[in-house]
């Protein structure tokens, strides 16, 4: 929570007018979508909330990737909460009733991406607006975006579950849904939400001028061209695809179709693999180099930034270790209890990238409470007795 506090400081949020406006925004949201909550969660609501556990679980591996990816300043859990149940509860709801609305004059598919992807990186920009220290990198950006699609994928699989398969199939919908998966634990929708979520990560800690704006406007229109592709044909020439890879193996086997029978759920994921890494051929290298950059300008800056920080801040040996620094590693303080020492590395590196963040916005972060709440912590962390049997690096 102390975390969330500084994100608070000098925030819109911070004010009664921005709750105001902010629990505004949310009623209007809950009653445009009221009749598809109403459906969502009355109808069949043990199997509904049933599918969203079920979800959550098989795409535990992308929380996983996303809290490596995170791991150098990690987000506040409950924005991170924040995020993923206001697509659940509130702007998954919202979809659907704004796709049914488009339905009644010509159909949705046709325009469906523009819809989905503008939903899912709400919550990003409720953040960039009423929290912008929240958003201050490209890391941010596509860690909130990647949230939103989780969000988004864990509710359309306990949608599609229980009013599409539970009527008919009863609890057996859920076994028959594993099949509906894929074996690298993640969803386009992340995949897309991520990589929209990452411009404007980017567009937020960029300075002035023409492309802050068109960066993120021309990813959102290119992922929701790619989202209309997969839903008018695209699932269909990934299916054809991983058929084409699958059939010489199942040639060698005396009882292909009878080993095909048998293995029905994994021959879905095999499908739902394909369709992935087909679809997203070209995102997947793009979120690849995001990382990489936005990893290597984390570091530059945290190098930078506590290089001018006082011994209290930074002993001259942990500087070194910050100098040293490399690519899938966290960054550690030798001497001290893990416990301590991560605390310590948490606290630099937000320190770090919010002087960086406060210096293009006003250009005097010395002066500002959150750095200063920072510098206090970490020395105050120093100062404290340690447990005599506490575990060291």
């Known amino acids: 929570m102390a975390a969330l506090r500084r994100a608070l400081i000098a925030s819109p949020l911070a004010t009664l007018r921005g709750r105001v406006v902010l629990a505004a925004l949310f009623a209007i949201v ?57 697509v659940i509860f509130f702007f998954g709801p919202v979809t659907s009733r704004s796709l049914g609305f488009i339905d009644q004059f010509f159909p949705s598919l046709w325009v469906v991406g523009f819809v989905e992807e503008f939903w899912k990186i709400a919550p990003l920009m409720l953040l960039l607006g009423f929290l912008p220290r929240a958003v201050g990198s490209t890391r941010d950006g596509l860690i909130y975006g990647a949230l939103g699609g989780f969000g988004f994928a864990v509710l359309e699989f306990a949608a599609n579950t229980s009013y599409d398969y539970f009527p008919e199939a009863g609890w057996g919908a859920f076994v028959n849904g594993i099949g509906r998966f894929n074996l690298i634990g993640t969803h386009s929708h992340v995949l897309w939400a991520a990589t929209i979520g990452a411009s404007i990560g980017w567009a937020a800690s960029a300075g002035s001028g023409w492309k802050r ?10 992922i929701a061209l790619l ?23 199942l040639h060698q086997l005396p009882d292909a179709e009878g080993f ?43 190098r930078e930034q506590l290089a001018r920080e006082s011994d209290v801040v930074i002993t001259r040996a942990e500087l070194d270790g910050v100098n040293a620094d490399r690519r899938w590693r966290t960054r550690s303080i030798d001497g001290l209890p893990r416990a301590t020492a991560r605390r310590i590395v948490q606290w630099q590196n937000e320190l770090a990238l919010l002087k960086a963040w406060l210096s293009r916005r006003t250009g005097d972060p010395d002066a500002d409470a959150g750095v200063q709440a920072l510098r206090r912590l970490i020395a105050g962390e120093r100062s404290r007795p340690q447990p005599s049997g506490a575990a060291r690096r």
Do not use: C
């Not at 609501?45 to 809290?67: D, E, H, K, S």
């Not at 759920?265 to 095999?270: A, D, G, S």
């Open 30 to 86: 809950f009653v445009l979508s009221f009749k598809a909550f109403e459906a969502y969660y009355t109808e069949y609501p043990l199997p509904l909330l049933a599918g969203i556990a079920m979800a959550a679980v098989m795409y535990l591996p992308t929380l996983v990737a996303l809290w490596f990816f995170d791991r150098r300043e990690r987000e506040p859990w409950p924005l991170v909460l924040f995020t993923v149940l206001s």
């Open 213 to 222: 704006y068109a960066v993120p406007l021309a990813t959102y229109l290119a």
């Open 227 to 249: 989202h209309i592709f997969e839903d008018r044909g695209g699932n269909i020439l990934s299916t054809m695809l991983g058929g084409a890879l699958l059939e010489p193996l």
């Open 260 to 302: 095909a029978q048998r293995h029905t759920v994994p021959i879905l994921l095999w499908f739902g693999t394909v369709n992935v890494l087909l679809i997203n051929v070209v995102v997947l290298p793009v979120l690849f180099v995001v990382l990489r950059r936005s990893g290597d300008t984390e570091r530059r800056i945290i």
